[in-house]
Each structure stands twice: as structure tokens, then as C-alpha cells.
């Protein structure tokens, strides 16, 4: 993995665990805010079985309602302020989550790009390396046929009587006619075309004919 896509997958994990943390955040938050609900309509259900109460209470009675009474509307006032903080915070998680995850999938896209990229990268230097490869092996295929020809040309011309000589190139016919038969049934020596590729590559044809050089 190049300096680029660790960089952009270390961005990825952070981008993640930023997300993660502030969807805690949001889950306590909304826990809180439940909560608070609960408390408030609680204390308005309290506060109306108070006010019930009031009619006909005596001195004493009356004066521990309004007592009760301030204590929950104190306590009504405070989860009231703890639910619009909590109700103004979470909109700005909200916003703040979704605009991590919208960076978060470009930057994976990026990370997804690179990759495919480096896989194509890579794909290209294994195949510039077979065929480098193959462009030796058939320069020394085509320096070898050349041997071959070099060598029948030679042991012909050696020869001193002409029925030597035509001997020679009898025997020169045997060798390049068995060798052209095993060139052709490939299949015989156990070789298989190749069927695969784009475009139907197995057609494609390399010349080899017998070559001299360094």
C-alpha cells in the first residue's frame, strides 16, 4: 500500500471512530432527552393532582401544596432547560454526523479509486514483465533456428562428393521435416491453445524464423 491510499485509510479510521463517538453522543443525548420528557410530564401530572387538592384544604394542607408546588416548578424550570439544551445540541450532532459521513464516503471512494488504480498499476508490470520475458525467450527461439539452419548449411557444404552432399541434405529434409510435423501437432506433444484473453488474444501469431545476432 503506497504513502497515498495509508494515508486516505488512516483518514477512513479516523473519519469512523469520530462518527462512532458522536453517535454515542447522540444515543446520550437522546437517552437524556427521554428522560427529561418523562420528568416534566411527571411533574405535570403531580402539579394537576396538587391543584386538585388546593379546594377545601386546610391552612396546613394548603401551605404544604404550595410548597410541593414551587419544588416541582423549580424542578420543572430546570429539566425544561435541560431539555432545550438538549433538544439545540442534538441538531448540531446531527449535522455535524452528517457531514463526517458524507466525507467519510468520498474518502473512501478515493481509497476504493486508489486501489483499483494501483491494482491496474500492478496488473501492467506483471504483464510488461511476461512479455519482456517472452520477447527473450523468442529472440533466443529464433537465434537457436538459426543455429539450426547454420548447421545444415554447414554439414552440406562439408561434403566433398556430391553423393555425400546429397546425402547430407537428405538427411537435412528428415530433421526439418520431423521438426516442422512436431511444430504443427502441438496437441500431439501434449500443448493446449491458449482460449482465453481480450478480444480473443489465443489468435494472436509471433513469427519465429531463424535469426543470427548478439
Same mark, same amino acid.
Given at each position: 500500500? *503506497?504513502?497515498?491510499?495509508? &494515508?486516505? &485509510?488512516?483518514?477512513?479510521?479516523?473519519?469512523?471512530?469520530?462518527?462512532?463517538?458522536?453517535?454515542?453522543?447522540?444515543?446520550? @443525548? +437522546? @437517552?437524556?432527552?427521554?428522560?427529561?420528557?418523562?420528568?416534566?410530564?411527571?411533574?405535570?401530572?403531580?402539579?394537576?393532582?396538587?391543584? !386538585?387538592?388546593?379546594?377545601?384544604?386546610?391552612?396546613?394542607?394548603?401551605?404544604? /401544596?404550595?410548597?410541593?408546588? %414551587?419544588? /416541582?416548578? @423549580?424542578?420543572?424550570?430546570?429539566?425544561?432547560?435541560?431539555?432545550? !439544551?438538549?433538544?439545540?445540541?442534538?441538531?448540531?450532532?446531527?449535522?455535524?454526523?452528517?457531514?463526517?459521513? @458524507?466525507?467519510?464516503?468520498?474518502?473512501? #471512494?478515493?481509497?476504493?479509486? %486508489?486501489?483499483?488504480?494501483?491494482?491496474?498499476?500492478? =496488473?501492467?508490470?506483471?504483464?510488461?514483465?511476461?512479455?519482456?520475458?517472452?520477447? +527473450? *525467450?523468442? %529472440?533466443? !527461439?529464433?537465434?537457436? =533456428?538459426? #543455429?539450426?539452419?547454420?548447421?545444415? =548449411?554447414?554439414?552440406?557444404?562439408?561434403?566433398?562428393?556430391? +553423393?555425400?552432399?546429397?546425402?547430407?541434405?537428405? /538427411?537435412?529434409?528428415?530433421?526439418?521435416?520431423? =521438426?516442422?510435423?512436431?511444430?504443427?501437432?502441438?496437441?500431439?506433444?501434449?500443448?493446449?491453445?491458449?482460449? &482465453?484473453?481480450?478480444?480473443?488474444? #489465443?489468435? &494472436?501469431?509471433?513469427? /519465429?524464423?531463424?535469426?543470427?545476432?548478439?
Amino acid at each position: 500500500m *503506497d504513502t497515498a491510499t495509508m &494515508t486516505a &485509510t488512516e483518514k477512513v479510521t479516523r473519519i469512523s471512530k469520530r462518527i462512532e463517538t458522536l453517535k454515542g453522543r447522540r444515543r446520550e @443525548s +437522546e @437517552s437524556l432527552l427521554a428522560v427529561q420528557t418523562a420528568k416534566q410530564q411527571e411533574f405535570t401530572a403531580k402539579r394537576k393532582k396538587l391543584l !386538585a387538592e388546593l379546594p377545601g384544604a386546610d391552612i396546613a394542607t394548603e401551605a404544604w /401544596i404550595h410548597n410541593e408546588l %414551587d419544588d /416541582i416548578d @423549580s424542578a420543572h424550570h430546570f429539566s425544561s432547560r435541560a431539555t432545550e !439544551a438538549l433538544s439545540n445540541a442534538l441538531p448540531i450532532l446531527e449535522n455535524e454526523i452528517a457531514g463526517l459521513e @458524507s466525507e467519510l464516503r468520498e474518502v473512501e #471512494s478515493q481509497v476504493a479509486r %486508489d486501489r483499483q488504480a494501483k491494482l491496474l498499476t500492478d =496488473f501492467r508490470n506483471r504483464l510488461e514483465q511476461a512479455a519482456r520475458q517472452l520477447a +527473450e *525467450d523468442l %529472440d533466443n !527461439a529464433r537465434r537457436n =533456428f538459426g #543455429s539450426l539452419h547454420l548447421c545444415a =548449411f554447414k554439414g552440406i557444404h562439408e561434403q566433398g562428393a556430391e +553423393e555425400h552432399r546429397l546425402a547430407a541434405l537428405h /538427411i537435412c529434409e528428415q530433421v526439418f521435416a520431423e =521438426f516442422a510435423s512436431k511444430q504443427v501437432n502441438l496437441e500431439a506433444r501434449g500443448l493446449e491453445l491458449v482460449r &482465453t484473453g481480450f478480444q480473443n488474444t #489465443s489468435n &494472436t501469431v509471433i513469427p /519465429i524464423r531463424p535469426m543470427v545476432g548478439g
